[in-house]
């Protein structure tokens, strides 16, 4: 099943609850809410508040994606806060595993996530405890950026991966999806696609949603 997660970082904070009722409406079925903290990467975003705030106005998924250092001591916060999946960076974890499984015993499905220079066998110890991958396309850290390539190739392997160790995890991508890219990202294995500014930049974000959609799904049929 194809997925769209648009992402709240594009969104118009002013107009919040409207755009996010828009994006359902245009076939959404996650919201991808980014958490920056200015150390990890050089952003500053939200914190559990506005998590709180989203879960009063929404019941789709909240996909929480924690680009922080230390991210052990938010998680509470953050799983309280109403979020449904959330994810943490291999670069930021030094015991990762532990922390996947604090997110899980805070009720929330625990998600990997790695950068464009980290290689994905560096997740192998910790795909099956892992709900979803999420491979970063862009380096983290602002939205509208160009995608990178290279990451597709991350993307066949993870399939490859999940394949041979009977795994269950589901592939996400983040970064520079927009109509000139999604099909690439589909027809490489990704399920869940993180959209931000092709989604909230110009025009409707109900229309927008829904042509993306369309695309990811038309792609499906290349898939080999």
Request: with cysteine.
């Amino acid at each position: 099943m194809i997925e769209l997660a648009p992402s709240i970082l594009s969104a118009d904070f002013a107009h919040l609850a409207e755009q996010v009722q828009a994006v359902a409406e245009g076939g959404a079925t996650v919201l991808h809410v980014d958490v920056m903290d200015g150390h990890f990467v050089p952003n500053i975003t939200i914190g559990p508040p506005v998590v709180a705030s989203l879960r009063k106005v929404t019941k789709l998924p909240l996909d929480v994606h924690l680009m922080i250092e230390n991210p052990d001591l938010y998680i509470p916060a953050f799983a309280d806060a109403g979020a449904n999946w959330i994810s943490v960076h291999q670069e930021a974890c030094t015991h990762l595993n532990r922390t996947l499984d604090h997110i899980r015993n805070h009720g929330a499905n625990p998600g990997v996530v790695i950068n464009p220079a980290t290689p994905v066998h560096m997740l192998e110890e910790v795909l099956d405890l892992v709900d979803h991958v999420l491979v970063m396309s862009v380096n983290p850290g602002f939205g509208g950026q160009k995608f990178i390539p290279a990451a597709l190739e991350k993307v066949r392997k993870l399939v490859m991966m999940r394949e041979t160790r009977r795994a269950n995890f589901r592939i996400e991508i983040d970064g520079g999806i927009g109509p000139d890219t999604i099909a690439a990202a589909v027809i490489a294995g990704v399920e869940i696609l993180v959209a931000g500014n092709a989604v909230f930049g110009k025009g409707s974000p109900r229309e927008n949603a829904q042509r993306l959609l369309k695309l990811a799904t038309e792609a499906t049929l290349q898939r080999v």
